[in-house]
């Protein structure tokens, strides 16, 4: 076990590289897929309805709105608040850039709160410090499947008449005091990645109770158009509307019907997703210069990401070193995230800088995501755990 790193000319604790997340496609799937094929219409059709409907009803929201990606999803929440050049959303920067180019798409501009050292969730005091006159939004996001402190965010919202969005993206399948997330705001966004819960290849969803925002959403993401071909059909007419402009985000019927067949797997991944989880803990409390995140009280986690902070006043090395033995080791581990603000882009845009987010920059130095994914084996876990320990043990100060 405590053998020549591989990056040093050692053997690899594993040939192949286990990858930090993969679907999994079962032939159950492969067979809807094959059906929607043969079906007429393979876009816009019945199954986009039902895995709306499905996917609505498991996440406890009255309606759910299909799109093309978790980018579009938050195109479509933010774009449905009609805000003005000059309004500010509120993001987390510990996320991926989606969750900021949501209000540069609609002309307002994000600003980046800082995260909790223990969860890397985006932290009430600092959403607090930064809401003002121009607020108008917060995109909470759930980072590596842990639900936000709901409560807490969205009594800061109301109390400023601030509208409080999910990017659930990492969550499906998580709660917050028994209550599922996609349930927890007024609109959450999903993704349907392969790399996340549930996938359609590419794909997003929007959850919410209310239906008005519902509608707008489904005409955003066809073209602005106020009716779509089967209420045409239902009218007998060719007529239709566009009331505003619009963009074509729709998933396809072949796409749902992936969704809808793995969401039936939901349950039992999430389980597995947190057995997994588990054992990391477990393994991981006896070892040092490493440690898990903190999971709240009263949280179920979904386990998008098995992230570590490593103790690098125990280590000869910064976490990039580690990051480069373990993937010479075998492992894929990858590193989740660069804090949004401090992309080219942002600073040069935004102006934003080192010290904005002191928090989600610390975090950055010491952060590693640990392969999680259903269909891991046990087998697959012990090679984390032995490359990680010869890893750690290696670069031991
Ligand atoms: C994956 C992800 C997105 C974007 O989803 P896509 O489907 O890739 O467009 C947005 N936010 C977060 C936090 C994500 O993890």
């Known amino acids: 076990m405590k053998g020549k790193l591989a990056l040093d000319g050692g053997n690899p604790v ?8 993969r679907q999994t496609i079962e032939s159950a799937d492969v067979e809807a897929v094959r059906q929607a094929l043969q079906d007429d219409l393979i876009t816009t059709g019945p199954r986009v309805d039902a895995f709306e409907e499905a996917f609505a009803q498991s996440v406890g929201a009255r309606h759910a709105v299909a799109v093309s990606s978790g980018t579009a999803a938050l195109h479509c929440a933010v774009q449905a608040l009609r805000l003005s050049p000059g309004d500010e959303v509120i993001v987390p920067s510990m996320t991926f ?12 501009r994000p600003l980046f709160a800082d995260v909790d ?39 800061l919202a109301g109390q400023r008449g601030v509208a409080l969005l999910a990017d659930a993206c990492h969550a499906p399948g998580a709660q917050l005091d028994g209550r599922p997330v996609g349930s927890l705001a007024e ?7 392969p790399v996340k819960h549930l996938t359609c290849g590419e794909g997003g969803m929007i959850t919410t109770d209310d239906a008005g925002l519902a ?15 089967r209420a045409r059909r239902r ?46 803990d477990q393994a991981l409390s006896g070892m040092e210069a490493v440690r898990p995140l903190k999971v709240r009280p009263g949280v179920e986690h979904a386990y998008h990401l098995y992230v570590v902070r490593l103790d ?43 010290g904005l987010c002191p928090n989600a920059e610390a975090a950055y130095q010491d ?28 670069y031991r100060r």
């Open 14 to 21: 594993r040939r192949e590289m286990l990858p930090y997340g």
């Open 97 to 108: 850039a989606a969750t900021a180019n949501a209000a540069l798409f609609v002309g307002a």
């Open 117 to 155: 050292p223990e969860t890397l969730l985006i932290d009430p005091a600092s959403l607090d410090r930064l809401l003002g006159r121009r607020s108008k939004a917060v995109i909470a996001v759930d980072y590596a499947g842990q639900p936000c402190d709901y409560p807490a965010l969205g009594e």
């Open 187 to 193: 609109m959450s966004c999903f993704s349907l990645h």
């Open 215 to 229: 509608e707008d959403m489904r005409r955003f993401r066809n073209h602005g158009i106020s009716l779509d071909h």
């Open 235 to 280: 009218k007998g007419s060719w007529y239709y509307e566009i009331s505003r402009l619009g963009y074509n985000y729709r998933l396809t019927d072949i796409q749902c019907a992936l969704g809808l067949s793995q969401l039936s797997r939901l349950d039992s991944w999430v389980a597995r997703r947190r057995a997994i989880a588990q054992a990391y």
């Open 312 to 354: 690098l006043d125990r280590l000869r090395v910064g976490r990039t070193q580690v990051f480069q033995a373990l993937r010479a080791e075998g492992i894929g581990v990858n590193v989740h995230y660069i804090p949004v603000h401090l992309h080219p882009f942002y600073r040069r845009e935004l102006g934003t800088s080192e």
């Open 367 to 394: 952060i590693l995501t640990l392969p999680l994914f259903p269909a891991m084996a046990q087998a697959d876990q012990s090679d984390v755990l032995t490359a990680l320990q010869k890893v750690l043990h290696a």
